[in-house]
């Protein structure tokens, strides 16, 4: 099995696409099994996969979301009395 | 036939609710800038006219997506010239560990620890080239998988994966220099074998 013992080199360039679930099962498996025994490759994944939960709830700001409301609110109003 | 105003407040209490999460898609798709409003806004009209096709046993947040990327490649993504990033999505990831294990060299991994890194995330998507910061949008904050963001914009998914994986090492790399503004010393490379 080419998978069954990573390098440090092999996990990495697996890094992104373990981090999206998109390797085949047993690649996969191997990386697991590579972070479950080395830190330094496991605290790579665990900044990446802290990076993108960032991403996905990046703030907005209050006031721009009563601004964009009011917006929105306006632009609807005029939409629906058009019919 | 005019709808009544119950119709439209109804619209409204449900969808508006999403202004923020819509917000932030439109943003990272489009950019900074008044584009991404008027994403915003003609995201909201977009789904009003076609409030008939919402389903409401359905994620309306999801929906909503789905109408600001069509919206988004309809009408707001630049032509932007090709990017020369070529088909290396595994060396983008390694360099992206690699970036890493020198910031956790010098310190400044560590003082991302304890900070919350929206801020340094709003300004860095800002800051990275289209190309890169759209994919990123697509997959990152609007959940799409390589295959959706793929077929949205009309190229390969290894192309996606070029570009999301070296717009997320971009990102990543400002983050890091955000700490490192903060006092830390120049990084050095470290290889990682
Ligand atoms: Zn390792």
Redesign the pocket.
């Known amino acids: 099995m080419i998978h069954s013992r990573l390098s440090?080199g092999e996990?990495v360039r697996a890094l992104w696409d373990y981090v999206d679930h998109a390797l085949p099962g047993p690649m996969r498996d191997a990386v697991a099994a590579?972070l479950a025994t080395?830190d330094?490759?496991a605290g790579h994944v665990a900044f990446a996969q802290r990076m993108l939960g960032a991403i996905a709830t990046a703030p907005v700001e209050d006031q721009d979301v009563a601004r964009l409301a009011e917006r929105v609110r306006v632009a609807l109003r005029t939409e629906a009395a058009a019919g | 036939m005019t709808p009544s105003p119950e119709t439209l407040a109804a619209f409204e209490d449900v969808m508006l609710r999403y202004l923020p999460d819509v917000t932030r898609y439109a943003r990272s798709l489009a950019g900074p800038g008044a584009d991404a409003d008027d994403l915003v806004q003609e995201t909201y009209l977009d789904a009003w006219r076609g409030r008939g096709t919402f389903d409401a046993s359905r994620d309306a947040r999801k929906w909503l997506f789905a109408i600001c990327r069509h919206a988004f490649i309809k009408r707001y993504r630049k032509a932007h010239r090709e990017v020369a990033v070529g088909d290396t999505p595994e060396l983008e990831s390694y360099a992206t560990a690699v970036g890493h294990a020198a910031a956790v060299r010098d310190g400044s991994a560590a003082r991302l620890d304890g900070m919350d890194l929206g801020p340094a995330i709003n300004k860095a998507m800002a800051s990275i080239p289209a190309a890169f910061r759209e994919v990123v949008a697509l997959v990152d904050v609007g959940g799409s998988d390589y295959a959706d963001a793929a077929q949205a914009l009309g190229i390969p998914v290894g192309t996606v994966r070029s570009r999301l994986f070296r717009g997320r090492r971009l990102l990543q790399e400002q983050l890091l220099d955000y700490a490192r503004d903060a006092g830390f010393v120049a990084p050095q490379a470290q290889e990682i074998r």
């Open positions: 440090c996990t590579h080395c330094n490759c």
